[in-house]
């Protein structure tokens, strides 16, 4: 089962999109900073996708760029803040629908961007 890194400051979004994801039969861990991430990876979780919220928390801290970098990702971006960040394969300006940010993770696995 491919596995999802769902990295938000944002609960409402981070369960949402968790929970989408879940009733879709994708495993999907959520978290909050950085440092759950770094956790899950070197517990031997490597995600097929990342779904990042673009917060200047999260967008410069340079174990998720790393992360941003090596796998599949989908930006969950404001349009009125601006953040600079490597190359990703979807950016979703808010507001924006569960169902889409799902959707575009099924796709990604799909194409078998598996990291």
Same mark, same amino acid.
């Given at each position: 089962?491919?596995?999802?890194?769902?990295?938000?400051?944002?609960?409402?979004?981070?369960?949402?999109?968790?929970?989408?994801?879940?009733?879709?039969?994708?495993?999907?861990?959520?978290?909050?900073?950085?440092?759950?991430?770094?956790?899950?990876?070197?517990?031997?979780?490597?995600?097929?996708?990342?779904?990042?919220?673009?917060?200047?928390?999260?967008?410069?801290?340079?174990?998720?760029?790393?992360?941003?970098? @090596?796998?599949?990702?989908?930006?969950?971006?404001?349009?009125?803040?601006?953040?600079?960040?490597?190359?990703?394969?979807?950016?979703?300006?808010?507001?924006? @629908?569960?169902?889409?940010?799902?959707? @575009?993770?099924?796709?990604?696995?799909?194409?078998?961007?598996?990291?």
């Amino acid at each position: 089962m491919p596995v999802v890194f769902v990295i938000a400051r944002d609960w409402s979004l981070r369960t949402g999109v968790r929970a989408e994801l879940r009733e879709r039969g994708i495993e999907a861990l959520g978290m909050d900073a950085a440092v759950d991430a770094g956790r899950a990876l070197a517990l031997g979780e490597m995600p097929a996708v990342v779904v990042l919220e673009a917060v200047a928390e999260l967008a410069s801290d340079p174990a998720i760029r790393k992360l941003v970098e @090596r796998v599949p990702t989908i930006l969950i971006a404001s349009r009125t803040e601006t953040l600079l960040l490597p190359p990703v394969d979807a950016v979703l300006y808010r507001p924006v @629908r569960i169902g889409e940010i799902t959707g @575009r993770v099924q796709e990604l696995i799909a194409r078998g961007h598996a990291a």
